[in-house]
């Protein structure tokens, strides 16, 4: 149990142009989804968290007119990378928490963004 | 200021010989502590959650353990397929995440 997909595994687009990634959470009602980004051999840093139905809340020095976040469902968060730049490429990895199970975050596959 | 350490940032280990990797940290107020494993290109795999202190977790060829101060991740005769990133995670108002162990295993 506890299975979170992204969609697209990576993806490849020009500079200026708006990218969305999909987080699903498969077997489980996620209460709240997160979104981080990873630099090579560096660790996850935290970009925003979303609850359903609510706006998101971003970490500082986040910009959340680029990075625009969509909670729309208990199993889907959307993160839209909007007029991407060649420094937005990264790994873009989400998670969520299930109803009882708050603490425990689990991760999806992560999404590999290059920007050109 | 709240923070987690990890070390060594990296480890190799012939197969079959233990080891352990350790996550220090200082937080105020810890609701839980993490460990994942992640694979290059991949995102964190959860392994355990511990909450207080003189709690373990084993599963395979890994034990987890956690102290007021820091938390072990026990590797008992590694085999190639364990090598990986090992992170370790710990919550009190958010979630802090340490840089990792990178652990190769090599025959």
């Known amino acids: 149990g506890a299975v979170v997909s992204q969609h697209p595994s990576r993806v490849i687009c020009k500079s200026g142009t708006s990218v969305k990634i999909e987080c699903r959470s498969l077997?489980?009602?996620?209460?709240?989804m997160f979104w981080y980004r990873q630099f090579p051999k560096k660790s996850l840093m935290l970009m925003a968290t979303?609850?359903?139905?609510?706006?998101?809340?971003?970490e500082q020095g986040v910009e959340k007119d680029k990075f625009l976040i969509n909670h729309a469902s208990l199993t889907l968060s959307t993160l839209t990378v909007t007029s991407a730049h060649p420094e937005d490429s990264s790994f873009y990895i989400c998670?969520?928490?299930?109803?009882?199970?708050?603490?425990?975050?689990?991760f999806g596959p992560g999404t590999r963004l290059l920007v050109l | 200021e709240d923070q987690v350490t990890q070390s060594p940032e990296a480890l190799r280990l012939q197969e079959g010989e233990s080891s352990s990797l350790n996550c220090s940290y200082t937080?105020?107020?810890?609701?839980?502590l993490f460990w994942y494993r992640q694979d290059p290109g991949k995102g964190p795999e959860f392994l355990f959650t511990?909450?207080?202190a003189g709690e373990e977790k084993e599963k395979e060829r890994l034990k987890a353990t956690l102290t007021k101060k820091e938390s072990f991740l026990h590797i008992t005769a590694p085999k190639p397929e364990d090598s990986a990133t090992y992170l370790c995670?710990?919550?009190?108002?958010?979630?802090?995440f340490g840089r990792g162990t990178q652990l190769t295993v090599w025959p």
């Open positions: 511990l909450y207080s």
């Open positions: 995670a710990v919550q009190s108002w958010r979630l802090y």
């Open positions: 998670s969520a928490t299930a109803s009882g199970r708050e603490e425990t975050q689990y």
């Open positions: 077997d489980f009602q996620a209460t709240t």
């Open positions: 937080v105020s107020g810890l609701r839980g």
């Open positions: 979303s609850n359903e139905g609510s706006k998101a809340t971003y």
